[in-house]
């Protein structure tokens, strides 16, 4: 029995809570006891996502090394993983940003652990794009652009953008041309990615929201502001202020 636990669905983005029906998982033990995986298997986690809306398939598989553990023959180490389904970590990005951006986005996420010199170089390209894009910023280099956008930003996003750009050789290569491929670790991709994460959130979402919120409030004006005309039109009693 599965103790319920805490998911964010990759496909949707929704915090839930997983109970059993929703979860399964298993261990297999290969009988391949010869060969240099000696006492190996494999182990599933299946979450299917309870949002209606989605009901997508989370499917992990890991190799793992078995041995004892308190009294039992089962896994005690994961030796690799894969993430099957979806194939990456990728958070989902509305439509309103543009496709370029989203793609190189996606795919920066889906061969992060491949090839973590190809993820960089599109994630680095995903920065840029977002810069000319977002803020129309255009210069020879992505440093010179970033640099510009020291004057854009509040203190807390500039800094963050600081922080990754001089960690090994992502800053290193910032003069150089965006598509040159450099040679960073997995995690340095991934900070790369963190950093796209947060802020397409910061920019494009924010600047989304705010204009639906505003296109909100001018429609609840106007709808307001005709009633009230309709009313003085038909001379309707007006409640007294202090009812209202
Ligand atoms: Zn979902």
Known sequence: MTEPFSFVCDFCGQPTTITEPNYSSGNIDFST???EHEWCGFSYDAV???NPKCKKL???ISFVKYGMYRGEFQPVETIQKWDLLPESSAKPQPNYIPKAIRDDYYEACRIRDLSAKASATLARRCLQGMIHDFWSIEKPT???E???LQSEVDV????AIEAVRKVGNIGAHMEKDVNLIIDVEPREAQLLIGLIETLLKEWYVAKHDREEHFKKLEALAQKIA???KAGKGKGAKVAP???I
């Open 33 to 35: 006891k010869k060969s």
């Open 142 to 144: 992505l440093k010179k």
């Open 241 to 243: 202020a202090a009812k």
């Open 156 to 159: 807390p996003t500039w800094n």
């Open 48 to 50: 299917a996502c309870p």
């Open 226 to 228: 005709t009633a009230k």
């Open 146 to 148: 970033i640099d510009a």
């Open 58 to 60: 989370t499917f992990k």
